[in-house]
């Protein structure tokens, strides 16, 4: 089975475009988004019925909830929380009922998807720290768990004796891609960066493949067309940030 697996979508139709169109040369079965399809950009509306399209299975990250008046976003930063009132207006009841409706986390055969972390999904933690991989790596039930919310591509693993890794697993500046070969013995926690707001200093959308059969995850990364979704953030009259940080890749 061959999954496509992306996250941090954050209303960025011109960067969604760009990846769904890569995908289609990927012979994906499944589609899995761990979630934050919407916040930031200027098509939440647009991006969520192409993932609805596509039948994606997602989870719920905060903007996500936040836009759903789910999350109460007073700890969102400032930019952040003119994009989710913005967008609470913006979508239709039907995408509001979608947002709302996503669980938190999602199970299947040999892989697990959250946005944030696996223990206290609610949360929305930041996976930072090594004590937190080794919190997900003791609740997990299954080989892979697929995570997003950094906006940063990350793999972890979990060795025999019981160390976190980090393999060379980062694409070069210029995009283009990267793969791991995946044992089936250890775990893994992997973040598959943003498609719509990379924050890892490369401003090309991220995204995921996840072949269960041959056991390899690539992270491919795509330019696209950034001129047009800033400008769009900017005619929406949105936090001028939001445009800014799609060129730096911050
Ligand atoms: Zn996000």
Redesign the pocket.
């Known amino acids: 089975m061959r999954y496509g697996i992306f996250?941090?979508v954050?209303g960025n139709l011109e960067a969604f475009q760009a990846v769904l169109e890569a995908y289609k040369k990927e012979n994906i079965d499944t589609y899995l988004c761990a979630?934050?399809s919407v916040?930031?950009g200027a098509n939440p509306g647009e991006c969520l019925h192409l993932i609805r399209e596509l039948k994606a299975q997602s989870v719920a990250?905060?903007?996500d909830w936040a836009v759903a008046g789910k999350l109460d976003c007073h700890y969102f930063n400032r930019a952040a929380q003119e994009a989710v009132f913005w967008t609470q207006h913006q979508i239709s009841p039907e995408d509001r009922n979608f947002l709302s409706n996503l669980d938190l986390v999602y199970s299947h055969d040999d892989l697990i998807l959250v946005h944030g972390t696996l223990y206290e999904p609610a949360c929305f933690h930041y996976l930072v720290e090594r004590e937190q991989a080794d919190r997900i790596f003791h609740l997990m039930d299954r080989n892979i768990c697929f995570i997003?919310?950094t906006?940063v591509p990350l793999v972890l693993v979990q060795d025999g004796e019981g160390r976190n890794i980090l393999p060379d697993s980062k694409p070069s500046a210029s995009g283009g891609r990267s793969k791991i070969e995946l044992d089936s013995r250890p775990r893994y926690i992997v973040n598959v960066g943003?498609v719509g707001?990379p924050r890892d200093g490369n401003p090309s959308a991220a995204y995921g493949i996840y072949d269960s059969d041959a056991r390899t995850f690539e992270i491919h990364r795509i330019a696209y067309d950034i001129e047009t979704a800033q400008r769009k953030i900017l005619e929406a009259g949105l936090p001028e940030f939001l445009a800014y940080r799609l060129r730096m890749g911050q």
Do not use: I, L, P, V
Request: hydrophobic share 0%; no cysteine; net charge negative.
């Open positions: 996250s941090d954050h979630g934050d916040g930031y990250g905060n903007h997003g919310h906006h943003s707001q």
